[in-house]
C-alpha cells in the first residue's frame, strides 16, 4: 500500500526558515519522482517543486530561489527546505508521487506564515 506522510509544518514569521519532510512507503521510492505541491484558501493546488528520480529538480517561478527540494533514497524520504518566507506561502503543503499514471498524495502539512 502506497503511503505518503508530510510532517514539518506550522506556524512561522515572515523571512523564516521551515523543513518539510514526506515520508513514504509501500513502493521503490528511489525509482520514482517526487513533488510538492501547494494549496492556500480559495485557490487552486499548485506545484512547487518537483525532483525526479534521476535527481534533477524543477521548481514552481514564486519559490525558485527560496525552496529546495530534495530526498533521501535510503530513507525514503523526501524533503523540501523552505527559506526567507512570506505570508503568500500559507498553505496545505502535500508530496505527491505517480507510480502507473496514477496520483498518490500525503494528508497534507499546514504552512502559516504571519507576524
Known amino acids: 500500500q502506497v503511503q505518503l506522510v508530510e510532517s514539518g509544518g506550522g506556524l512561522v514569521q515572515p523571512g523564516g526558515s521551515l523543513r518539510l519532510s514526506c515520508v513514504t512507503s509501500g513502493f521503490s521510492f528511489g525509482g520514482y519522482d517526487l513533488s510538492w505541491y501547494r494549496q492556500a484558501p480559495g485557490k487552486e493546488r499548485e506545484l512547487v517543486a518537483t525532483?525526479?528520480?534521476?535527481?534533477?529538480?524543477m521548481y514552481g517561478a514564486s519559490v525558485k530561489g527560496r525552496f529546495t527540494i530534495s530526498r533521501d533514497n535510503a530513507k525514503n524520504t523526501g524533503y523540501l527546505q523552505m527559506n526567507s518566507l512570506k505570508p503568500e506561502d500559507t498553505a496545505v503543503y502535500y508530496c505527491?508521487?505517480?507510480?502507473?499514471?496514477?496520483?498518490?498524495w500525503g494528508q497534507g502539512t499546514q504552512v502559516i506564515v504571519s507576524s
Open positions: 505527491n508521487t505517480q507510480l502507473y499514471r496514477n496520483d498518490f
Open positions: 525532483m525526479r528520480s534521476t535527481g534533477g529538480t
